[in-house]
């Protein structure tokens, strides 16, 4: 069984920072597919940022240049690291581990989830 507990979230004012980080337990970490998903009052959760190794990862267009995600398969913890954060990046952020085979950028590929953390940007 694997677990992912996220923590880091917080209230912070717009242009701050904020670091997400999600450990997993289990012994596989370096074969999941690590993602960040969020989920804003009243809308659909949505992709944030994955990455498949400490090489390959890709951004929703909203964060890029913003959001930073990085693993470290040592410790089985991922992290995401938001800067320039904006009041519209509001939201319950979800970590999630994955090994279907689905684009990795969709929800369909990770068959593990987090509790959440509740990340709220003022203006």
């Known amino acids: 069984q694997v677990q992912l507990v996220e923590s880091g979230g917080g209230l912070v004012q717009a242009g701050g920072s904020l670091r997400l980080s999600c450990a997993v337990s289990g012994r596989t970490f370096s074969t999941y597919a690590m993602g960040w998903f969020r989920q804003a009052p009243g809308k659909e959760r949505e992709f944030v940022a994955t990455s498949r190794s400490a090489s390959t990862t890709y951004y929703a267009d909203s964060v890029k240049g913003r959001f930073t995600i990085s693993r470290d398969n040592a410790k089985n913890t991922v992290y995401l690291q938001m800067n320039s954060l904006k009041p519209e990046d509001t939201a319950v952020y979800y970590c999630?581990?994955?090994?279907?085979?689905?684009?990795?950028?969709?929800?369909?590929?990770?068959?593990?989830w987090g509790q959440g953390t509740q990340v709220t940007v003022s203006s």
């Open positions: 999630a581990a994955g090994s279907r085979f689905a684009p990795i950028t969709t929800m369909r590929a990770y068959e593990y």
